[in-house]
């Protein structure tokens, strides 16, 4: 390791514990947990380095691509809108005219990606302002909060070189930054950019999704709707034909969207991985079932796989808590906000589940939306904590 390289790494380390000075929202408890968060991010993204050196991975072409390419030909793959195009770019500086090693591209992008958990703590941190109040949702026994911010799955693909990490980072800050838009427009902008850049059609599901937030508020006047949903149509057509474009889909018909999944569904599952799962015949919640919550047991293959079914075992466990908490019934009362990240949920997991076979990629692209199933899960379960304790001490006055 040069001297460059291990200087950058000592100031990605220390940068890691003083990144949340730079938010204010923070208590000391808070602080403690982050610093915490940070040291087991930093653990898991060194044996993400590892385990890529010995079994291979795309972020070794990620990182080694751009060291052989000259700047002219990162353009090129631009112009061409390949999706490994903008990593590429992003790469090239460290990668190619810094000369650094692959360990310390690995650990910038595992600070990126840590930036991403601390949105995921802000935004729990303005839902609920006293985050101990959250401990008490609980799931056989395990308080899931803090718990789940430590499941292995969040760390490694947000901890290393790839789209991955810069999706979950991107995805986190946008929804962060839509709970106050009018002093958090540079974050969204820069999300946004960094989405439309990476996979331009997560911007979609997220401009749409938020923009059928609005539509679905009650709180919101007419007027008020009318302005907000007129930005959102904007910026979803200014982006569309470049979407389609860039997904290689031809037209929104049943006919051409149906044959554009079975297709990428089908060279997913024919990858010669063992991980690869024929899901065509599957009806659409099982789809989606397959997305969110396998591997399980049944599908072990290897030491990640066993890791991988204990957590989506947790995540089963939550959903299920959730779903039997009236979660439609909070949700039709909650604001724009809250409805924006619903709806995102949905979207982005029946639109991921009808054209994703294999289960290692599932695995990876379902990082990027699992937060929101938590954000989501903890406001359902508050509401209905408090609802009950409200229905309970009215039944007491009745006594």
């Not at 929101?372 to 009215?394: D, R």
């Amino acid at each position: 390791m040069s001297l460059l390289d291990f200087s950058i790494c000592l100031i990605v380390a220390i940068a890691g514990y003083n990144l949340k000075l730079l938010f204010k929202s923070f208590n000391r408890s808070d602080r403690q947990l982050l610093d915490l968060l940070w040291t087991y991010h930093l653990m898991v993204a060194i044996a993400f380095h590892f385990y890529i050196e010995n079994f291979g991975g795309d972020a070794i072409n990620y990182w080694g691509f751009p060291k052989q390419m000259t700047f002219d030909q990162i353009i090129s793959y631009l112009g061409d809108r390949t999706a490994s195009a903008t990593v590429f770019l992003i790469n090239y500086l460290p990668s190619n005219l810094l000369e650094l090693q692959f360990i310390t591209g690995n650990l910038l992008y595992a600070l990126f990606g840590y930036l991403g958990f601390i949105y995921l703590l802000l935004i729990l941190k303005e839902q609920h302002p006293d985050l101990r109040s959250i401990k008490s949702v609980k799931i056989v026994g395990l308080v899931v909060f803090p718990l789940f911010l430590f499941l292995p799955n969040f760390h490694f693909w947000s901890g290393g070189i790839g789209k991955d990490t810069l999706l979950f980072t991107a995805i986190l800050g946008f929804i962060w930054g839509m709970r106050n838009s009018k002093l958090r427009w540079k974050t969204l902008i820069w999300t946004s950019i960094l989405a439309l850049a990476v996979r331009p059609h997560i911007l979609l599901f997220l401009l749409a999704s938020f923009g059928a937030g609005f539509l679905l508020d009650r709180r919101m006047k007419v007027y008020q709707k009318v302005f907000v949903l007129a930005i959102f149509a904007v910026g979803f057509a200014a982006i569309f034909g470049y979407v389609m474009s860039f997904i290689q889909l031809e037209s929104l018909e049943s006919e051409a969207i149906t044959e554009y999944a079975n297709t990428r569904s089908s060279n997913l599952n024919n990858d010669q991985s063992s991980s690869g799962v024929d899901i065509s015949g599957y009806p659409l919640l099982l789809k989606v079932f397959t997305f969110l919550f396998r591997p399980l047991f049944f599908d072990i293959n290897g030491i990640l796989a066993i890791v991988a079914s204990f957590e989506n075992l947790f995540l089963l466990l939550f959903s299920i808590k959730v779903l039997m908490s009236k979660p439609l019934k909070h949700i039709r009362k909650g604001d724009f906000w809250i409805k924006g990240v619903v709806v995102f949920f949905l979207l982005s997991g029946a639109a991921f589940s009808l054209i994703l076979g294999n289960l290692g990629i599932m695995l990876r692209q379902k990082n990027m939306i699992i937060p929101c199933l938590f954000v989501i899960g903890f406001y359902i379960l508050m509401k209905h904590a408090k609802f009950k304790s409200l229905s309970n001490e009215g039944a007491a006055s009745h006594q």
